[in-house]
């Protein structure tokens, strides 16, 4: 089964990068399941409403995963339970709504299992235990290829977390970072890792915030909000996983780095 995974996409620009580049990199990469990470796609950059939610859908996810911003725009809380395609983050131990985990049958592949954790390092409220979550996960779930977005912001966090499931699961992919990194590898012959897949948006931007408002903000002082970048030009981070679905392991992964000028 080959899973293609697309690093957290921020505001309407990396709305506008997903519709432009997950068709054609879904056909390319022969992607047979296809998850988003959608955390930051509402226009200001935090969370995502139910209808940025439709529009990944749209483009052609299978499944969109969360992260820290999960519950920022109220409208998304009251359709985490019903809406299949929609997996919130672990560890909020107040959260009861929606789903950490949810399975998925892939036609002619079976099933695939989506989890997603939060980390605990450098993060804006306190989390639960990521490695008391996925354990609990496991022991509910039998399904062989399972797939992670472990949603930290640490590089060394998210390297203790994979290493803690390698031969487990099938992929822990980081996200979060919005930033790219190099370092995918297959732990113990079965676990796809990579610390951060990137994201998807502005090219230009700040981690896809407008980088002139950043800047402003945090060198020159001034009282501003931050911004999506406009995404004159666009970029997607992606990671292709290929997966022995018989026996959950992981044959490949492959970074992917794509940029458009509109
Ligand atoms: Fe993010
Ligand atoms: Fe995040």
Do not use: W
Not at 72 to 90: C, F, M, N, T
Not at 123 to 152: C, G, K, T
Not at 195 to 201: A, K, L, N
């Amino acid at each position: 089964m080959r899973v293609l995974f697309f690093g957290d996409v921020v505001g309407r620009s990396g709305l506008k990068a997903l519709s432009f580049f997950l068709g054609p990199l879904k056909e390319e990469t022969k992607a047979d399941f296809v998850i988003v990470n959608g955390e930051n796609a509402a226009s200001d950059g935090r969370g995502l409403t139910y209808d940025d939610y439709l529009e990944i859908y749209g483009a052609g996810a299978d499944c969109v995963t969360l992260g820290n911003h999960f519950d920022r725009k109220p409208d998304i809380l009251s359709h985490l339970d019903e809406e299949k395609g929609i997996v919130r983050p672990a560890g909020y131990s107040e959260e009861k709504r929606g789903y950490p985990s949810r399975a998925y049958f892939v036609p002619g592949h079976g099933r695939i299992r989506v989890s997603n954790v939060m980390g605990q390092g450098l993060m804006d409220r306190d989390y639960a235990s990521p490695y008391e979550a996925i354990d609990r996960i496991l022991r509910e779930s039998d399904e062989v290829v399972h797939f992670v977005d472990f949603h930290a912001e640490s590089t060394s966090e998210k390297g203790i977390f994979a290493h803690y499931l390698a031969g487990k699961v099938s992929a822990v992919v980081g996200t979060h970072t919005h930033v790219q990194t190099s370092d995918e590898r297959i732990l113990n012959g079965h676990t796809a890792f990579m610390s951060d897949v990137g994201m998807c948006g502005d090219y230009d931007g700040i981690i896809g915030f407008d980088a002139e408002t950043t800047v402003d903000k945090f060198v020159r002082g001034k009282r501003l909000s931050l911004r999506p970048g406009s995404g004159k030009t666009l970029m997607a981070n992606a990671v292709l996983v290929d997966i022995d679905e018989h026996s959950g392991a992981a044959r490949k992964i492959e970074r992917i780095n794509r940029k458009e000028t509109l």
